[in-house]
């Protein structure tokens, strides 16, 4: 995993339960809380994370996602229009570096087979109103980089509403930390997966990092992530994992002149930037984390 957390010493009232989300496990853990109350608010919290993940896989061809790119238009819940209206945002501000409307060449460079020229991009997805259209065949929408986040922001959510005041959750290696106990947070090192390259405390906040390392095809040129240039690990701090989740995929896409420009307009978005020498950059106060100021 990119990031990886653990507890700062023993806490009265942990609990802590491992369950199966994104095609892999999360974690959902709550602090201060009654252990009679636990069971049913966890239960709670994970189906409504089941619920959203049924909007947003691309895997399940029943999922709303699916059937949009089957279909090319379509009538949409208030939760995929969000955030692919969100996801538009950033497409924007990158120029197009960051772009969900490449779904295909995804799919190609994850089953290792040769990438055509698409001649589509974000600017062939319509919104209109409460519908959806995909104007070019060339499109398929993929939200890998964004409805983890937001799926996880809707689970703290969740927790809220039962009272629970303190928690987190681990979205696979992205992380939505709330109340007032911080959250000791390592970021891995690129090239070295049994080290960490920093570490920090992380409270009423979120934590996303999108790196070449954690999923390639053959070489880190050949990431997950389309359109990489020089950076090879961003992680982002910020106030919601939807935002971190986006930045971070939007910062890692874009050239450096780009990303100092995107940073000097979002100085709330706080952000580590690794380049290929393994050098470390530090934006908008990033540094008063890991040095705990």
Do not use: W
Not at 174 to 200: E, N, T, W, Y
Not at 243 to 253: E, Y
Not at 281 to 288: K, L, P, R, S
């Amino acid at each position: 995993m990119p990031i990886s957390f653990n507890y700062p010493g023993a806490l009265v009232n942990e609990f802590s339960v491992t369950r199966q989300l994104f095609g892999k496990e999360i974690e959902i853990a709550v602090r201060d809380l009654d252990g009679a109350l636990v069971s049913g608010i966890i239960d709670d919290t994970y189906n409504e994370g089941m619920r959203l993940s049924r909007i947003f896989s691309v895997f399940d061809e029943s999922s709303e996602l699916s059937l949009l790119n089957k279909n090319r238009k379509a009538s949409v819940s208030r939760e995929l229009m969000y955030v692919i209206s969100k996801s538009l945002g950033f497409s924007k501000m990158t120029r197009g570096e960051y772009d969900i409307g490449l779904g295909k060449l995804i799919q190609k460079r994850k089953n290792m087979e040769k990438e055509p020229e698409l001649h589509c991009s974000y600017n062939d997805i319509d919104l209109r109103k409460n519908v959806i259209i995909l104007k070019n065949e060339n499109v398929m929408l993929d939200l890998g980089s964004i409805a983890k986040g937001y799926i996880a922001d809707k689970m703290v959510e969740c927790l809220k509403r039962q009272g629970v005041l303190a928690g987190l959750i681990d979205a696979r290696g992205d992380i939505r930390v709330f109340g007032q106990h911080s959250q000791v947070i390592g970021i891995q090192h690129p090239r070295d997966r049994k080290s960490l390259i920093a570490q920090f405390n992380l409270r009423n906040s979120a934590v996303a990092t999108s790196g070449d390392y954690n999923q390639c095809y053959g070489t880190f040129e050949k990431c997950h992530i389309l359109n990489k240039k020089d950076a090879i690990s961003v992680t982002v701090v910020a106030p919601s994992l939807m935002v971190a989740d986006g930045f971070a995929t939007a910062l890692f896409v874009s050239a450096k002149k780009d990303r100092e420009r995107i940073l000097a307009e979002n100085r709330a978005i706080k952000t580590m930037v690794i380049d290929e020498d393994l050098n470390l950059e530090y934006h908008n106060g990033f540094e008063t984390l890991v040095n705990g100021r």
